[in-house]
Each structure stands twice: as C-alpha cells, then as structure tokens.
C-alpha cells in the first residue's frame, strides 16, 4: 500500500474526469439548407437545422444548444451550468465566453421527422427578455455580426453526457455605413447626377405645359370659336382740298 500512495492524489484528479466523460457525437450544427429561407441570416439572427437523430440513446437529457464567438469558443465549460449567471445571455459577451439557450429534449426533436414537422431553430429571435436577468437561457437577439460558433450539449441532470462538435463560423448581415456607398456611377460624380435628375424633370414638366396648350388651342380650334378677334378694317378716304386764291385785279 506505502508505495500507492504518490499516486493517490493523481487518482483523485483522474476520478473526477474518468465520471464525466463526455461523448463527442458524429454531427456538426449547420445553417439550414432546405427549405431555402430568405432570412438565413440577419442583422441579429441565424437559422440552424435541428438535431433529429442525434442524441437518441439519451432519453431523458436536456439538449442545449451553446452559442459563442469563435474568440472565445476554447474558454467555454461543458461544466458550467445553464440558467446561471455563468451561462446567461445578458452577461455574453462580456463576461461570459458562451451562453446556453434553446432547451429541449428528444420529444422536441424526433427521429424519424412527422411529416410536415418543422425542422429549424432560428438563434436570437426572443426580443422581450434580451434585459431581463430572471431569464438567462433567453434566446435573444446575438450582440454582434460574429463570428459565431455553435453546438449542442446534452445534459443529465447537470451532468454533460455528450456534445456535437462546433459549427463552421458564422457571419450575421451588416448594414452598409453612408461612408462606405459609392459617390459615383459609372465615373460620374453625385453632384452630375443630381443636376441630370434636376434638369430631366424640369423638361418633363416643360414637355407636359407645351403637350397641354397644344391640346388646348386644338380643343378650341374646333369649337368654332377664337379668342382673338381681327381688327375690322378701317377705310380711309382721302379728300384733296383745292384751295382758292384770289387773283389780284389787272391794273390799266
């Protein structure tokens, strides 16, 4: 017995581990490929498939699903529990490496699927308690475009039994800054374009005045009736005035 006891406290440390062992599942979280969604990704949000047929010789374990930022994926704990302030979403990213959202069992994801089953889990879609403490598995909308990396623990009890692998990384949408749009088109500055904006409209509505009096002067045309009169004309008679003298009486 002496010479086993330097070993006894590498026993002790190896115990622990050999007890929670954790099996590492044959399958990779993915963004969903079918059905073909619009909204795959977001500004806040993303779209993964289920785990159908994946956890099944777990019966009664929670599935969980982990979401972190691939920085700070190699800090998370399979250890740490949900619903603690370890694991919460309103202290990710901050002063957590992941937080645990989503919980379900395999009733939630059965295998094969029912027909008509919906097979997708959108990450980030609860707004209304991204604030609220009391809720730390909220499924709230993701802080930030990413990357991110996920994957599914199952846990009995509070003992993690198994785990998929971490997802590829992640990229949200971005919205495009106004700093970042292009000024020009096709080698032509904005203030070009804007003039020719200008001055496309202003011969619109030139076009649509000169198009409306020509409709006019037609429509009046063939009523008969003008609003311009001739002058009458005006004849002028010339008199010619003879004018008289007197002639001066002859002188004798």
């Known amino acids: 017995m002496l010479p086993l006891l330097p070993l006894l406290p590498l026993l002790l440390l190896l115990l622990p581990a050999a007890h929670g062992a954790v099996e590492r599942v044959g399958y990779t979280p993915s963004l969903t490929k079918s059905p073909v969604l619009e909204g795959l990704t977001t500004g806040s949000t993303f779209v993964l498939d289920q ?14 699903l982990v979401v972190a930022l691939e920085s700070t994926a190699a ?3 399979n250890s740490v529990a949900p ?3 370890e694991s919460a979403f309103q202290n990710f990213p901050d002063s957590v490496p992941a937080y645990m959202t989503l919980n379900a069992t395999l009733a939630n994801y059965p295998c094969p699927k029912p027909a008509g089953d919906i097979t997708v889990l959108r990450v980030g879609s609860e707004t209304s308690c991204s604030g609220d403490a009391a809720r730390p598995t909220c499924n709230g909308p993701l802080p930030g475009p990413g990357p991110y990396l996920v994957k599914f623990l199952a846990l009995e009890g509070s003992e ?3 785990e ?8 949200l949408r971005t ?4 700093n970042s749009i292009s000024t020009t088109d096709g080698g032509h500055s ?3 374009i804007a003039l020719t904006t200008i001055l496309s409209i202003l011969f619109a509505i030139l076009l649509a005045g000169l198009v409306a009096m020509f409709v006019f002067w037609g429509s009046d045309a063939c009523g008969g009736s003008s609003t311009f009169s001739k002058p ?3 004849s002028v008679r010339r008199y010619n005035t003879h004018h008289v003298y007197d002639q001066p009486a002859a002188r004798l």
């Open 232 to 234: 009458e004309a005006v």
């Open 75 to 77: 800090n998370f704990s």
């Open 175 to 178: 919205a495009k800054s106004s």
């Open 83 to 85: 619903g603690t302030a």
């Open 160 to 162: 993690p039994v198994a």
């Open 51 to 64: 785990p159908r047929c994946v956890f099944d010789k777990y019966s009664n374990a929670d599935i969980w």
């Open 190 to 192: 904005a203030g070009m």
């Open 164 to 171: 998929t692998g971490w997802s590829q990384p992640i990229m």
